[in-house]
C-alpha cells in the first residue's frame, strides 16, 4: 500500500514536472513574442524626437543653416504632486503662459509634452526646479530645431523645415530631404513599475546625413539682395528678382528674389514661392538675340543691308505692332542695339516658324531645368501664322522662367553651351567627412562660335550706345539685352500701357565672362510722371553698381582701359 502511495506521488510530481516544461517550452518558445511585448508594454513606451539635419553651406563653407540641439520638456500629470506650483515656476522659466501650462497637467493624460524646442541652456534650471519642487514626474528629452543664421538671405532658395516633423517643407530643404535627414525619430524610454520613464533605454534611429555645400556664394547673394533692395525701394514691383550665375558651370552664385521671407519665422508668411524658379512671365525683348542668332547662323541676315521699320510700326493682319520710337531704316545689328520691333518681326518673318520653335525650344524655353523643387517650365507653342510669329519674335505670347533666361544667356556668354543650372556642388558625408561631387552638366550645343562672336559684338553695343546705356560701367565691359513685355489687363480684355514685365539679362566681361546676371521687375512705378518704363530705365539702371561692386569682389582688373594724371584728370 505504501509503495502504491510512492508510485502515485512521484507519477503526480513527474506529470506536474512535465507540464511546467511545456508551460515553460510555451512561454519562452512559442509565445515568446507576445510576453516580451506585454513587458514592453508594461516597462517601455515610445516617444517622437525631430532628429537633426545636415547643415547647409554656402560655396565657401559659411552656414546658411544648421540643427541647433534643444530640449523638449515632458510631464506625468497624475503623478504630478502640485499641479499649480509646478506650472506657476515653469512659466518663469520657459516664458511661457502659466494658464497654458496648468492645462496640459490637468489633463487626464499619461504622458503630455509640456514645451518643444526649448534652448539646450535651460536644462540646468530645468534640473534644479524638479529637484526642488520634489517633482520626478517633470521629464526632459534631448531634441532639435532648424536655425537660419542670416535670417532672410537666399530665404526663398534655402526653405525651411517643419519644426514640428522635423522634415523640409520648402526650397532646398524639401529637394535634399533624403540627403539632409532629419524627421522625426523614436526613443525607447524605461518605465518604473509606477510607469514613470525614468531614462532613455535606446534611440531608434539610424539615417546616413550629409552636409549640402551650395554653389551660392554668401557675400554674392548679400550684393544681390542690397540690389534688389534698392530696386524695390524706388520702384516699388509687385515682384523683382536678381539672379547671378558663373556661365561656364551653370553655378547660381547668387539668386534674390522679392517678395522673400525669414525661415526661421516662416509661419509668418503666406507666399513662400522663390520666383527666380517657380514663376515664369513674357521676356518681351530678350528674346530678340536668339532670332537674330538663327538668322545669322542661316545665313538671312545681310550686315550692309537695311531694314525699313516703318516709322515706328506694322500691321501684322489686323493688329498694328508699335517700336518705342519711330524708326525708319536700320540694320540688323541696329535692330538689336535698340530693341526694335518692327525691325525683328521683318527678320522673322523671313525664318521657317517651326525653325524659330525649335531654336527656342533648343535653347531651354519651355522646359523645366528640374533644379528647384515646383520649378516651372513655362509656355512655348508652335507658331502657325504671320501673327504668332510676330509676337514669338518680340517675346510676348510665351513665357520663361528667371532660371530659363540665366541660363540660355550663359549659353552667349561661355562659347555656346547651354548647361544645368546647379544649386548644390557637393555632399559632405557628417560621419567620414568624404565629399561627393556634383557634376557641371552639359545639355547641348546651341550656337556655333562665330555666332557667338557676332552676338557678344551686338550684346555689347546695347550697353555702350543702346537701350542699356544707363546701366554701363566705367570699368567694366557689359553684354546684355533689356527686354520690356507689356502685360495682360483682363480690365480693359487688351495689352496694357502702364503695367510691364522689365528685364536685363548679361555677362560681364565681354571677352572672358565671368558672370552672368538677370535683373526682374513686375510691374515698376515710375518715379517721375513723364518717365518711360522700360527694360533699360529699370532693370539696367540697377547693374550699374552692382556689377562694379562684384567685380572687385572678385579682384578682377577693369578691362576698359584709362589712364589718370593730377594735372589733366581721368582720360578714356
Not at 259 to 281: E, T, V
Not at 361 to 381: D, M, N, Q, V
Not at 450 to 475: D, H, N, Q, W
Amino acid at each position: 500500500m505504501e509503495k502504491n502511495k510512492v508510485y502515485f506521488v512521484s507519477a503526480l510530481i513527474t506529470f506536474f514536472f512535465f507540464v511546467l516544461v511545456l508551460r515553460l517550452f510555451n512561454i519562452q518558445i512559442l509565445e515568446k513574442q507576445k510576453f516580451i511585448s506585454y513587458i514592453e508594454k508594461q516597462y517601455q513606451m515610445k516617444e517622437s524626437i525631430v532628429l537633426p539635419r545636415g547643415a547647409i553651406l554656402d560655396r565657401n563653407g559659411d552656414i546658411f543653416a544648421i540643427s541647433v540641439p534643444t530640449i523638449s520638456i515632458f510631464a506625468i500629470p497624475e503623478y504630478i504632486k502640485n499641479k499649480e506650483k509646478l506650472a506657476k515656476e515653469l512659466s518663469k522659466i520657459l516664458k511661457i503662459p502659466e494658464r497654458k501650462i496648468l492645462r496640459k497637467l490637468k489633463r487626464k493624460k499619461h504622458y503630455t509634452v509640456i514645451a518643444e524646442n526649448v534652448d539646450k541652456k535651460l536644462k540646468p534650471r530645468l534640473l534644479e526646479l524638479r529637484k526642488d519642487l520634489q517633482e520626478w514626474n517633470l521629464g526632459i528629452l534631448e531634441s532639435s530645431k532648424r536655425f537660419y543664421p542670416l535670417g532672410d538671405v537666399a530665404g526663398t532658395t534655402i526653405g525651411f523645415v517643419n519644426r514640428k516633423t522635423g522634415v523640409g517643407m520648402e526650397g532646398l530643404e524639401y529637394k535634399l530631404n533624403k540627403k539632409l535627414g532629419g524627421g522625426l525619430g523614436k526613443i525607447l524610454l524605461m518605465k518604473d513599475a509606477l510607469g514613470n520613464p525614468f531614462t532613455i533605454e535606446k534611440k531608434l534611429f539610424t539615417r546616413k546625413q550629409f552636409n549640402a555645400q551650395l554653389t551660392i556664394d554668401k557675400n554674392i547673394q548679400f550684393m544681390a539682395e542690397k540690389a534688389l533692395e534698392k530696386l524695390v525701394f524706388l520702384r516699388k514691383p509687385k515682384e523683382a528678382a536678381v539672379l547671378i550665375l558663373d556661365p561656364y558651370t551653370g553655378d547660381i552664385l547668387a539668386a534674390a528674389t522679392y517678395p522673400d521671407y525669414n525661415p526661421n519665422k516662416y509661419w509668418l508668411y503666406k507666399n513662400h514661392r522663390n520666383i527666380i524658379f517657380q514663376n515664369a512671365y513674357e521676356p518681351g525683348s530678350l528674346a530678340k538675340p536668339f532670332i537674330y542668332a538663327l538668322a545669322y547662323e542661316k545665313e538671312i541676315l545681310n550686315p550692309k543691308k537695311k531694314y525699313y521699320c516703318g516709322n515706328g510700326k506694322i500691321k501684322i493682319g489686323r493688329r498694328i505692332i508699335r517700336d518705342h520710337a519711330r524708326f525708319k531704316y536700320l540694320t540688323a545689328d541696329e535692330i538689336i542695339i535698340h530693341s526694335s520691333n518692327v525691325g525683328i518681326i521683318k527678320i522673322a518673318l523671313e525664318l521657317d516658324k517651326n525653325e524659330i520653335y525649335n531654336f527656342l525650344k533648343k535653347a531651354g524655353f519651355g522646359t523645366s531645368t528640374k533644379t528647384f523643387p515646383g520649378e516651372a517650365s513655362g509656355i512655348l507653342r508652335k507658331p502657325y501664322g504671320k501673327g504668332e510669329v510676330a509676337y514669338m519674335s518680340i517675346g510676348q505670347s510665351w513665357i520663361a522662367s528667371i532660371i530659363q533666361i540665366g541660363m540660355a544667356y550663359s549659353a552667349i556668354a561661355n562659347g555656346g553651351w547651354l548647361l544645368k543650372p546647379r544649386l548644390v556642388k557637393s555632399f559632405i558625408d557628417t560621419k567620414t567627412g568624404e565629399k561627393e561631387e556634383v557634376p557641371v552638366v552639359k545639355v547641348r550645343k546651341l550656337f556655333k562660335k562665330e555666332t557667338v562672336e557676332k552676338l557678344k559684338e551686338v550684346l555689347k553695343l546695347v550697353v555702350e550706345e543702346g537701350t542699356a546705356k544707363p546701366g554701363k560701367s566705367k570699368f567694366f565691359t557689359i553684354a546684355g539685352k533689356t527686354g520690356t513685355a507689356q502685360k495682360y489687363d483682363p480690365k480693359i480684355k487688351s495689352l496694357s500701357r502702364e503695367k510691364h514685365y522689365t528685364w536685363f539679362a548679361g555677362f560681364f566681361p565681354v571677352e572672358k565672362p565671368k558672370y552672368t546676371i538677370v535683373i526682374f521687375a513686375n510691374e515698376p512705378k515710375q518715379i517721375y510722371k513723364w518717365e518711360h518704363i522700360g527694360g533699360g530705365k529699370v532693370s539696367s539702371t540697377v547693374m550699374k553698381e552692382l556689377i562694379d561692386q562684384l567685380m572687385f569682389y572678385s579682384k578682377e582688373k577693369p578691362d576698359k582701359v584709362s589712364v589718370w594724371t593730377p594735372f589733366r584728370g581721368n582720360k578714356k
